[in-house]
Protein backbone atom coordinates (compact mmCIF):
# COMPACT_ATOMS: atom_id res chain seq x y z
CA UNK A 1 0.00 0.00 0.00
CA UNK A 2 2.78 2.36 0.89
CA UNK A 3 4.46 1.73 -2.54
CA UNK A 4 1.33 2.77 -4.16
CA UNK A 5 0.65 5.58 -2.32
CA UNK A 6 4.14 6.72 -2.90
CA UNK A 7 3.52 6.70 -7.29
CA UNK A 8 1.34 9.78 -6.59
CA UNK A 9 2.39 11.62 -3.48
CA UNK A 10 6.27 12.33 -2.09
CA UNK A 11 5.89 10.97 1.77
CA UNK A 12 4.14 8.36 3.40
CA UNK A 13 4.22 8.13 6.80
CA UNK A 14 3.61 4.52 8.34
CA UNK A 15 2.93 3.57 12.24
CA UNK A 16 3.09 0.60 13.18
CA UNK A 17 2.53 -0.81 17.25
CA UNK A 18 2.93 -4.74 16.86
CA UNK A 19 6.43 -4.38 18.80
CA UNK A 20 4.93 -1.62 21.54
CA UNK A 21 1.82 -4.08 22.52
CA UNK A 22 4.44 -6.85 22.67
CA UNK A 23 6.48 -4.66 25.21
CA UNK A 24 3.68 -3.68 27.39
CA UNK A 25 2.64 -7.52 28.01
CA UNK A 26 6.31 -7.68 28.80
CA UNK A 27 6.78 -10.69 26.38
CA UNK A 28 9.86 -11.28 24.85
CA UNK A 29 9.35 -13.40 22.04
CA UNK A 30 6.24 -11.31 20.80
CA UNK A 31 8.46 -8.65 20.75
CA UNK A 32 11.31 -10.56 18.67
CA UNK A 33 8.58 -11.98 16.45
CA UNK A 34 7.02 -8.43 16.05
CA UNK A 35 9.89 -6.55 15.05
CA UNK A 36 11.13 -9.82 12.89
CA UNK A 37 7.76 -9.20 11.19
CA UNK A 38 8.18 -5.17 10.62
CA UNK A 39 11.56 -5.70 8.75
CA UNK A 40 10.28 -8.63 7.00
CA UNK A 41 7.37 -6.83 5.83
CA UNK A 42 7.39 -3.44 6.25
CA UNK A 43 10.79 -2.31 5.70
CA UNK A 44 12.25 -4.61 3.75
CA UNK A 45 9.49 -4.54 1.28
CA UNK A 46 9.58 -0.50 1.00
CA UNK A 47 13.14 -0.70 0.83
CA UNK A 48 13.43 -2.60 -1.93
CA UNK A 49 10.24 -1.35 -3.94
CA UNK A 50 11.62 2.16 -3.61
CA UNK A 51 15.06 1.22 -5.12
CA UNK A 52 12.95 -0.28 -8.07
CA UNK A 53 11.46 3.07 -8.82
CA UNK A 54 15.12 3.97 -9.61
CA UNK A 55 14.35 7.09 -8.06
CA UNK A 56 16.77 9.05 -5.30
CA UNK A 57 14.94 8.55 -1.89
CA UNK A 58 15.16 8.74 1.82
CA UNK A 59 13.42 5.98 4.35
CA UNK A 60 13.72 7.12 8.16
CA UNK A 61 12.94 3.94 10.61
CA UNK A 62 12.52 4.79 13.92
CA UNK A 63 10.35 4.30 17.61
CA UNK A 64 8.02 6.65 19.03
CA UNK A 65 9.12 5.96 22.33
CA UNK A 66 11.45 3.33 24.43
CA UNK A 67 8.68 0.74 25.57
CA UNK A 68 11.40 -1.98 27.90
CA UNK A 69 10.54 -4.79 28.39
CA UNK A 70 11.27 -4.57 31.96
CA UNK A 71 8.92 -1.54 32.70
CA UNK A 72 6.29 -2.79 30.58
CA UNK A 73 5.04 0.97 30.02
CA UNK A 74 6.71 3.85 28.23
CA UNK A 75 10.33 6.05 29.57
CA UNK A 76 11.19 9.10 28.46
CA UNK A 77 15.26 7.89 26.96
CA UNK A 78 16.58 8.73 23.89
CA UNK A 79 15.24 6.37 20.24
CA UNK A 80 17.41 4.57 17.72
CA UNK A 81 16.77 5.88 14.39
CA UNK A 82 18.02 5.00 11.41
CA UNK A 83 17.52 7.41 8.35
CA UNK A 84 18.53 6.08 4.50
CA UNK A 85 19.58 8.33 1.69
CA UNK A 86 19.70 6.71 -1.56
CA UNK A 87 22.11 9.58 -2.61
CA UNK A 88 24.82 9.16 -0.23
CA UNK A 89 27.23 6.52 0.02
CA UNK A 90 28.19 6.27 3.84
CA UNK A 91 27.12 4.76 6.99
CA UNK A 92 29.16 1.88 8.02
CA UNK A 93 26.56 0.14 10.79
CA UNK A 94 26.24 -3.60 9.93
CA UNK A 95 22.52 -3.88 11.76
CA UNK A 96 20.00 -1.95 13.71
CA UNK A 97 20.20 -1.83 17.43
CA UNK A 98 20.19 0.52 20.49
CA UNK A 99 23.82 -0.31 21.02
CA UNK A 100 24.59 0.79 17.06
CA UNK A 101 22.30 3.98 17.49
CA UNK A 102 24.24 5.12 20.77
CA UNK A 103 27.73 5.69 17.86
CA UNK A 104 25.53 7.83 15.60
CA UNK A 105 24.05 10.95 15.39
CA UNK A 106 22.18 12.52 18.40
CA UNK A 107 19.17 14.57 17.98
CA UNK A 108 18.90 16.87 21.14
CA UNK A 109 14.91 17.53 20.74
CA UNK A 110 13.23 14.62 19.44
CA UNK A 111 10.54 16.95 17.37
CA UNK A 112 13.18 18.14 14.94
CA UNK A 113 13.92 14.78 13.75
CA UNK A 114 11.09 15.07 11.18
CA UNK A 115 13.11 18.75 9.92
CA UNK A 116 16.71 17.39 9.65
CA UNK A 117 15.63 14.43 7.53
CA UNK A 118 13.78 16.56 5.21
CA UNK A 119 16.01 18.84 4.84
CA UNK A 120 19.33 16.36 5.31
Known amino acids: MAL ?3 KRVDF ?5 EAPDEAS ?3 SLEEKIRAIE ?3 QEVVGPVFEGLKEMKEDFKLLVCTD ?3 PLSQRTHVREAVPFVI ?3 RKEEGGYSLF ?3 EAQKGLFIEEGHTLLDYF ?3
Open 4 to 6: ECL
Open 12 to 16: VYLHV
Open 24 to 26: HMG
Open 37 to 39: RFD
Open 65 to 67: HPT
Open 84 to 86: YDS
Open 97 to 99: SEK
Open 118 to 120: LKG
